[in-house]
């Protein structure tokens, strides 16, 4: 009786445990996106802030968008915060962006000492789901999950476009967690190549 009722308890408990480590990793790869420039409300100051102003003097930049409450960002934000002090003084930046969930949920999520990276917020409900471009975004490189936080997308600004809306029509782009090996090599090679410019001015 004894090793039945333990059984049980192992079989109850088994599927919450798996569920607390599940992860999303996802490969990196090239997609047609036609990513577009932005203005979004910065979390510290909810001052507006252009993506290209963001990205003025850098070799590289991720675009990382997340939502505060979902557990695979939370998997994925210490693998982002090491690799940005990893590389930041070589022209890395990571721009943050907040989806469905409020500016109080981001900030408490960071804490007092904020984020370690610019984080601006295009969303706080999660009704708006469906009318974001980051769901628009991931719709066109195949991601399926629901929510699809986070989603990385790398933009190489000696590579954007010049003038008009869209900075890059293919970039790199991550539907998922980040898979650290692969994208600390496709950081380090990447910036190896770039040299620093004035991205995008129009």
Same mark, same amino acid.
């Given at each position: 009786?004894?090793?039945?009722?333990?059984?049980?308890?192992?079989?109850?408990?088994?599927?919450?445990?798996?569920?607390?480590?599940?992860?999303?990793?996802?490969?990196?790869?090239?997609?047609? $996106?036609?990513?577009?420039? !932005?203005?979004?409300? #910065?979390?510290?100051?909810?001052? /507006? $802030?252009?993506?290209? @102003? +963001?990205?003025?003097g850098k070799k590289l930049v991720m675009v990382l968008y997340f939502a505060p409450w979902c557990p695979n960002w939370k998997?994925?934000? *210490?693998?982002?915060?090491? +690799?940005?002090?990893?590389?930041?003084?070589? %022209?890395?930046?990571?721009? =943050?962006?907040?989806? &469905? =969930?409020?500016?109080?949920?981001?900030?408490?999520?960071?804490?007092?000492?904020?984020?370690?990276? /610019? $984080?601006?917020?295009?969303?706080?409900?999660?009704? #708006?789901? #469906?009318?974001? /471009?980051?769901?628009? &975004?991931?719709? +066109?490189? %195949? #991601?399926?999950?629901? !929510?699809?936080?986070? !989603?990385?997308?790398?933009?190489? *600004?000696?590579?954007?476009? @010049?003038? %008009?809306?869209?900075?890059?029509?293919?970039?790199w782009v991550v539907n998922g967690e980040l898979i650290e090996a692969d994208v600390d090599k496709f950081i380090h090679d990447?910036?190896?190549?770039?040299?620093?410019?004035? *991205?995008?001015?129009?």
């Open positions: 009786m004894k090793k039945f009722l333990l059984l049980l308890f192992v079989l109850m408990i088994a599927p919450a445990a798996l569920s607390a480590q599940s992860h999303e990793y996802s490969p990196l790869q090239e997609k047609t $996106v036609n990513y577009k420039n !932005w203005k979004l409300n #910065d979390l510290a100051s909810n001052q /507006p $802030v252009q993506l290209r @102003s +963001l990205m003025q998997n994925e934000a *210490p693998v982002a915060a090491s +690799l940005y002090a990893k590389y930041k003084s070589q %022209g890395f930046e990571i721009v =943050g962006v907040s989806e &469905y =969930g409020t500016r109080d949920d981001v900030k408490a999520y960071f804490g007092p000492a904020g984020a370690p990276y /610019p $984080v601006v917020s295009e969303s706080e409900s999660r009704e #708006d789901r #469906d009318k974001t /471009p980051h769901y628009a &975004y991931r719709q +066109l490189t %195949g #991601d399926t999950r629901k !929510w699809g936080s986070p !989603w990385n997308i790398f933009l190489e *600004p000696s590579k954007c476009n @010049s003038n %008009g809306d869209v900075l890059m029509e293919k970039a990447r910036l190896a190549s770039n040299a620093v410019i004035t *991205p995008c001015k129009q």
